[in-house]
Every structure is written in C-alpha cells, then in structure tokens.
C-alpha cells in the first residue's frame, strides 16, 4: 500500500471516529489497561471509553476479574480520556447549536418541537390508544434515515417493540414518500421484540453493542412501560417495579449520551380515579411510571385525538419548549400537516 493509501485511509478511519462520536474500549489499551482487563468490560457491556466513564466504581467491581486497584486506574485513565468537568454554557451553547433534529414529516409538529425531534434525549410520547404515539415511531425510523440537510439524521434505527405493533410494511410505504429505497430503509432499521422487563433491560446491552459499530441516530421503545403492568403487580412490588423502571431509563439515557442517538420512548395512560383530581381536569387520564418516569424523560408529548385523522399534540413538559399545542394527521405516507375535514 502506498503512503498516500495509507494516509487516506487515516483520514478516513479518523472522519469516521469524528462522526461516531465515541470512543471504542479498546482505546483504554493505549492508556495502559491490559488487553484481557478490556475483554472483561467489552464482556460486561462496556463499549464505549464513556460508558465506564459515567458508570459508579461500584458497578465495575462486579465484574469478575476486576478488583479496587483495577477500577480506580480504568476510572482515572476512562475520566481522563472523556471531558467530564466544568465547561462555559457559551461552550455548551455551541455544543446544543450543532445538534442534530429529526423530522416528524409535519411541519407544523416540527415547529412545535423547535425544529424537529431533538438527538442526544429522551422524548416520551403518551396518549390513549388510537393517537399516534406508534404511527409517529414508524415515522422517525424513516426520517432518521435522510441526510442532516433534509432534517434527517443520517443514522439507522433501532426498534425495541413491547406490544408486537411494529409493521415494516409502514415503513415501506413512509420510504415511498421520500424517495428511498424500500429494502435499504428495512436493511437500516434492526428491529426486536421484548418479552418481559429483564429481556427489555438486556437487549440494551446488545444496542450498545451495536452502536459501537455503527452510527445509529435513534432509538425507539414502543412502549416503555406496558410490560412494567403485567411482570409487577400490586403495591408490593411497586418500589421492585419503579427501582427496575429507573434502571432501564437511566440505560436509554447513557445510550444517548453516549452515541448523541435520539431516544423515543412511549407510554400509556392511566385514569385518575381520585374524585377531586378529575372534577376540575379536563383530560383526568395521566400518564403511567409516576415521577421516576417524569424526572427521566427530557421532552414529554401528550397525545389526543382530534377530527378524523387528525391527532394534537401538546408540549406537556420541557426543559425549553412552551406548552403549546399542534396538530398533525396521519395518513397512507406516514406523519403529514392537519387536513380539513
């Protein structure tokens, strides 16, 4: 090989790791971590240099293999390798002005999310049955896929499915709409049922695994909490259940921290049956997973249906947005702007 090959393919290898966004545990070996200690963490689950980073000491020192001597020198060199102290919000400013928005195929609910859905969070979607928390899913596991300049995220999607509602023949009909290729769209999504919660917190592990590979721009949960419903039931096992809940949500938010993929996550709603709440609410259905699910998720949608196809979607609550309202229909291509009906 040539130098100008090689020297390309430096370039090329070093483009690559600028968009990944990430560093590979391997790199450890380069600080001085022996090479099985880093087959121990990548065996663990630990893909990436910031996920031992973000991770308690305690955690590490479950890990055969790793003793106190050996979690404080991986700590030391994971913290050395990953910026974790104090930055200029002007620095942060410029970090939050470069992120990625995907779009939700209509303007108007892009509009209401400042420009699409933001990459790097969590945004929760709620609603009854029947108001497009699942059709939106479909929607963004297509629109990840298109280049930044058409408010894509030029990503695959990973698709954990709880309740059995994914469909790929929607997406190949989204796909029709902006001109890409069925198969490829389909190739670029990677797709799971889950079974139960602990099947649910696992195939986590299996998507950090594969966002070490690969750039990935989004990740969908369809829905977060409806097995939570049926494995935990009753007062006596709520704090196992909300314990387990902030467990798996704590992992969507280091997946998102870690590769800058944008999470979605969906939730069911519950009615409040507490008299006094109800009489003066207009809407006395709340959304289920209490404040655990609450303080995690950054961006929380609230879904309703509205005439015909037509479905509303309102900013319940966010870090930056207002809590206003916009509507949107679904139709034979997906996500669209409200029609007349």
């Known amino acids: 090989m040539s130098g100008l090959e090689m020297q390309h393919q430096e370039e090329v ?43 308690p000491k305690k955690q590490l020192l479950t890990i055969k293999g790793i003793s106190d001597t050996k979690a404080d020198k991986i700590l030391s060199e994971a913290s050395r390798l990953v910026p974790m102290g104090f930055t200029t919000a002007t620095e942060f400013h ?11 195929g209509s303007s108007d609910l892009d509009k209401l999310l400042g420009g699409g859905l933001e990459t790097g969070s969590i945004t929760e979607l709620f609603g009854e049955f029947r108001t497009g928390k699942s059709q939106i899913c479909h929607m963004l596991a297509v629109t990840c896929q298109l280049p930044v300049a ?56 299996q998507a950090a695994a594969m966002m070490s590979e ?75 997973g209490g404040n655990i699910m609450a303080h995690s998720s950054t961006t929380r949608l609230s879904l309703r249906k509205g005439r015909g196809e037509n479905r509303i979607c309102k900013v319940y609550d966010s ?10 229909s679904i139709g034979g291509h997906g996500i669209a702007d409200a029609v007349d009906n």
């Not at 944008?262 to 109800?278: C, K, L, P």
């Open 150 to 205: 058409m408010n894509g995220g030029e990503g695959k999607c990973l698709y954990i499915d709880t309740e059995g509602t994914f469909r790929p023949e929607r997406l190949l009909s989204i796909a029709e709409r902006y001109n890409l290729s069925g198969e490829e769209v389909l190739d670029n999504v990677a797709y799971a049922r889950a079974y139960n919660t602990d099947h649910q917190m696992q195939l986590l592990v």
């Open 13 to 55: 290898m070093d483009e690559e790791e600028a968009v990944a966004g990430h560093m590979l545990t391997e790199k450890l070996e380069e600080c001085g971590i022996l090479a099985a200690d880093v087959k121990k963490l990548r065996d663990a689950g630990y893909y990436t240099v910031e996920s031992i980073a973000f991770t």
């Open 214 to 288: 690969s750039r990935f721009a989004l990740l969908v949960v369809d829905s977060a909490t409806s097995l939570y419903r049926t494995d935990f039931s009753g007062r006596g096992e709520l704090s196992a259940r909300q314990m387990h809940m902030a467990r798996f949500l704590r992992n969507l938010q280091r997946l998102a921290d870690e590769f800058g993929v944008a999470v979605v996550i969906t939730n069911q709603v519950v009615a409040q049956v507490d008299g006094g709440a109800s009489m003066f609410n207009a809407d006395p259905k709340k959304p289920i």
């Open 94 to 104: 410029q970090r939050r002005s470069e992120l990625i928005q995907i779009t939700t």
């Open 319 to 328: 870090p930056c947005l207002p809590e206003l309202e916009a509507m949107f």
